[in-house]
């Protein structure tokens, strides 16, 4: 059995800015697929359908033909039954009749490839902060297939495949509007794809298509293993709290700095092997200082209260801040019409395209003179690009700007947050020649609160403007054992 370890060693084994998206989603399904009894679906022993249905030992076609003939019986009510989701409903409809309601789960399907790659991803889902619906459920204890009651199979193979629909939908554009929670984004709302092409991506498990879905920063794949991280803490019980009022430094020795220790380890910021011991020893005033730079406090590898309050922010509030920056990558468009520029500062890249071509792709970096209170995501169209003195200042239509300096430019540029390497190409891109004509341009800039750093660690940026908590207030964030819950499914469908 695969656990979340050999997942994250999979996944994580790949240099994200190398491997495309396509290989991604390839290492998700491989790594993911329920193989060797890991992550499959098992199927109810309860029976939630008609009570006609027999649990008599029948043949696997049999029961095939009649798992159809009830998938036909529920889905040929207009509403949904109240367990499944009204908004997917007449999607259901569309990929079970176009297929004369043969299950996708079960039968001829419950061995097959496509099922691994669709299992892999509804597996996927809590790690990348999105809560399916219905949820994923385990079989209370093994029954031969052939001995479940038909009505059972039937709900058990549309949860899967609503669960699946869902997963795809949220994963394509976000689950919550960027409106909704007042971000400032003045440009049309994310798309996602048309419901055909949802259900074409159900029915054939296309990798190549589902790639497409999938945000194309690489802190995406980075912020996902983060966040199964985070959950798999949440769900053995956390991680503990600091509760010594006292000022912990060296020379300080107890419970409270036992504790601590063990805190540091769980967040990765001290080795395992220095969890043992009562004293403030060296190796926890590193540890320490590295948990500090990595939320933005002073280093000076002392617990203080500052750095106390910090240390006692639970995984799970953790997690639901990193679960908000992996939405906000859900909400950049992955084929943008027209003229686009993405500045990714996480990642360190400013991307122009062109109908979705890459035209240029040049390192951004913050300037550490950066005083300004940027927002962790913007979106609006362009209306003035000027150039004096390799500074650019973006004009935006609601009225912010974003200004780029040159990267052998002085520090002290007013309002100059953002540095480009190749400024010249990127000033090119985005300032039209005299006469010449300028495409409308929209702009898209994500500043994350949570991000992880060249050195594989979790970071995060204070949000004075309290976007995340309106986020997190409205995100449907999965449960903290979702994963075991996955891995408690059978093999057998």
Known sequence: ????????????????????????????????????????????????????????????DSLTRATAADLEQILFSQDAPADFPQEYWTLGRRIYDDRHYAPLWTGPEATSDKRRVRMGLLCRADDEGIALSPPLAAAPRRVPVSTRRVDSLARRDLQLTFALVRYLSVVAHGGVAPAAVHAPWNVAPPAGPSDSAIAAMVESADTVAIAQLIPASPQYALLSNALGRLLDIESRGGWGVVTDSTVLRPGSRGAAVERLRTRLVLSRDM?????????YSPAVVRGVRSFQRRVGIHADGRVGPATRAALNVSARD?????????ERYRWIPRSPVGQTVVLDVATGRATVMRHGVVVLRT????SSSCTLP????????????TNSNAVLRIRLAGGDSVVIRAADK???????CLVADDYAALRDALVPRAGAYAPATELYMVLPTAYVSGDSALMYRPDASGADARLGAVLNMPEANQSAMCDRLQTSP
Do not use: H, W
């Open 318 to 326: 953790r997690a639901r801040i990193v679960a908000a920056n992996l």
């Open 410 to 416: 002085g520090r002290n540029v007013a309002r100059a």
């Open 363 to 366: 390192n951004l970096g913050v």
């Open 374 to 385: 940027l927002p962790p995501v913007l979106a609006d169209t362009i209306s003035r690009v």
């Open 1 to 60: 059995m695969k656990n979340r370890a050999d997942v994250q060693f999979c996944v994580a084994g790949f240099r994200y800015d190398r491997v495309t998206p396509t290989l991604a989603v390839l290492a998700f399904a491989t790594c993911l697929g329920c193989e060797g009894g890991s992550r499959a679906a098992g199927a109810d022993t309860t029976s939630t359908g008609r009570s006609a249905s027999s649990t008599t030992s029948i043949s696997p």
């Open 271 to 279: 080795d395992a092997a220095d969890s043992a011991g009562k004293d």
